[in-house]
């Protein structure tokens, strides 16, 4: 082998071959633990990882710029796969520097929804897909001529060999750690059954010792109420994240990339804005999310929206700013940035959450923050009172904190140990409700009150992403708030609404959730004691996920579809018999 090695030993193409070969070595047990993590068996997952693990090392002679894989809106960077490897591989690999957390993402290994393309395989991105920022492999550097060569490659693998060796037998330990529950079970996707009076989801649970706390907590029955006309209003949206309704009648939407669309009653584009917004971070799940209309917006024309805001180099935050719309003119003015909380670095670009709900009573502002953990073990922020993050905070429209806030630490804060909150509204009674993402297993459904604590990571029906267990692994525990309802294993929550309308009678005492990875709104209906006592899944056939979901005067349910490409639709019934 070596022989050969010196007969094209001044010919780099070899050399680039030879040396992916090497670097592949200690990168073939962690593709197939990637397959084990992931929610499908699909064949065409591992595929587009060894992929890209290839063009991770096509670098001796020239940079190769590929497209990255998207998990609901993170990446999966040559970082997020240096970390787990091992004899600090970001040094052997070179790679450019990028996000290491990323891979704990809620969205990535949470739900294993591969939705994205590999540019230098393929040769081109997939239709209608996000690209994110590339990512640049450095050249190594090799000279074919130098005379160390043949010593380097020995080097190389030697280490490559022993690398690939000695992280089987971890990720083989990492198969049934004590409280990881059913990971290492094979997974299955999420097959959504219609049988009536029975659940929708047969997978079991990713932790194995989760139950409910309370009859009626997870798994209710399904129930069909009604069939639903689709109705395309737009399409070709950049990442879309929310959606208003304007009194005028046109539709604002955010973009997380950082732009603000206006859009006519008949979908078509009024306006794109840029100008005169705050620098956006934007990565992962980071960037320009929620936007609401201040409660006197027909005449003040103030709106607020929240957004992960640079800080430098290093750091962003999560912040809310106001700014008063022109939509005549498609421009925002008197922008000022009202609560900024707390900073953190750019590397941690998961788990940002970020939801404004409007009290209709005051005007004041209810904000719910994520607490941006990655890693094992799970980091402490959102129990912690010194910080945002993780937190629903309760504020003026200037910023200020609430009159009447609970002590909580910091004066702004409503109520903590939240995860990644993606959806915060209020029920027709008033109440406040929300949903968050769990890591694998554990989405909730919560009622939000004052100074509650809604125990994140302390309790979870859940497992953290390599599968281990997350702290002392229980779902129960006096003084932390169980929610109403739970998903274990998950849906990815994304938008949530309670039905206000005439169009869909039955739907009166019911809330709309979005789902990320379970494409499809999932109606829950709640009894008097805010008991789910049915679920039905609504647009399955469309196999979209679900980013936003609102219902504006008319009655309909208006939904915006996630990523590059995303759509807004309009849901009304069918002339299909209805059931009550």
């Known amino acids: 082998m070596l022989a050969s090695f010196r007969r094209h030993r001044l010919q780099p193409i070899h050399v680039s071959l030879q040396k992916r070969v090497v670097l592949l070595l200690p990168l073939i047990p962690l593709v197939l633990h990637f397959d084990h993590l992931d929610d499908s068996p699909d064949p065409t997952r591992i595929q587009l990882l060894s992929a890209r693990l290839l063009c991770l090392t096509n670098s001796v002679d020239r940079k190769v710029q590929t497209s990255s894989f998207l998990f609901e ?27 290491a957390d990323e891979l704990e993402s809620n969205d990535l290994l949470e739900h294993g929804d591969v939705i994205g393309s590999v540019n230098a395989i393929s040769g081109g991105p997939a239709p209608g897909l996000e690209q994110p920022e590339p990512v ?33 037998p971890l990720l083989r330990a990492q198969t049934a750690p004590a409280g990881r529950g059913n990971a290492g079970a094979t997974r299955r996707s999420f097959e959504k059954f219609t049988v009536e009076g029975q659940p929708i989801d047969r997978r079991p649970p990713e932790l194995d ?17 009604t069939d639903v006309a689709v109705t395309t209003i737009a399409s070709g949206l950049d990442n879309p994240w929310a959606v208003v309704l304007l009194p005028s009648g046109r539709f604002l939407i955010t973009e997380k990339p950082g732009r603000l669309r206006i859009l006519n009653r008949d979908g078509s584009a009024l306006h794109t804005i840029t100008a005169n917004l705050p620098p956006v971070y934007f990565r992962g799940q980071a960037g320009l999310l929620d936007v609401a209309l201040d409660r006197n917006f027909a005449s003040n024309h103030r709106i607020f929206f929240v957004y992960m805001r640079i800080i430098d180099a290093d750091n962003c ?39 404004i709900a409007i009290d209709p009573k005051d005007g004041n502002l209810f904000v719910a923050l994520g607490d941006r953990s990655t890693g094992d073990p799970i980091p402490m922020q959102a129990q912690q009172s010194d910080k945002y993050l993780g937190k629903v905070i309760h504020i003026t429209p200037e910023g200020k904190p609430a009159p009447g806030n609970p002590a909580l630490g910091l004066p702004e804060v409503w109520s903590m ?37 809604y125990g994140w990571p302390v309790i979870v029906h859940g497992i953290n992403y390599p599968g281990t267990k997350i702290g002392d692994a229980i779902v129960e525990k006096p003084g932390l708030e169980q929610p109403r309802y739970f998903w274990d294993p998950v849906i990815a929550p994304s938008g949530l609404v309670f039905y206000r309308g005439d169009l869909f009678p039955q739907w009166k005492t019911s809330v709309l959730v979005g789902g990320l990875a379970g494409q499809a709104i ?17 647009l399955t056939d469309l196999n979209q996920r679900i980013r936003d979901v ?10 915006l579809t996630d990523g590059a490409g995303g759509k807004l639709l309009k849901l009304t019934p069918s002339n299909s018999q209805t059931r009550q």
Do not use: C
Not at 209 to 225: C, E, I, L, R
Not at 333 to 344: C, D, K, L, Y
Not at 419 to 448: K, M, S, Y
């Open 73 to 99: 809106n993170e990446t999966l960077s040559g970082d997020d796969i240096a970390q787990f490897t091992p004899f600090g591989s970001k040094q052997s690999l070179d790679v450019s520097q990028r996000d």
């Open 136 to 168: 640049i492999v450095k050249p190594l550097n090799v000279s074919a001529a130098s005379a160390s060569w043949e010593t380097e490659m020995k080097r190389l693998m030697i280490i490559g060999a022993v690398a690939g060796l000695a992280m089987v």
């Open 209 to 225: 010792t989760d139950h409910p706390v309370f009859p009626g907590q997870t798994h209710a029955p399904y129930h069909k109420t």
């Open 317 to 355: 935050v999560q912040a809310v700013d106001s700014a008063t719309l022109d939509e005549d003119a498609g421009t925002l003015s008197n922008v000022h940035t009202i609560f900024q909380g707390t900073p953190f670095t750019n590397r941690a670009v998961s788990q940002t959450g970020s939801r």
């Open 417 to 453: 140990g939240h995860r990644t909150p993606q959806g915060l509204t209020f029920a027709p009674d008033g109440r406040l409700w929300e949903v968050e993402h769990g890591p694998r297993g554990g989405d909730e459904l919560n009622l939000i009150e004052k100074g509650k604590n």
């Open 522 to 538: 999932f109606r829950l209906e709640l009894d008097n004691d805010d008991k789910v006592v049915n679920e039905e899944p609504l």
């Open 550 to 559: 609102r219902v504006f005067q008319d009655g309909a349910v208006y939904v």
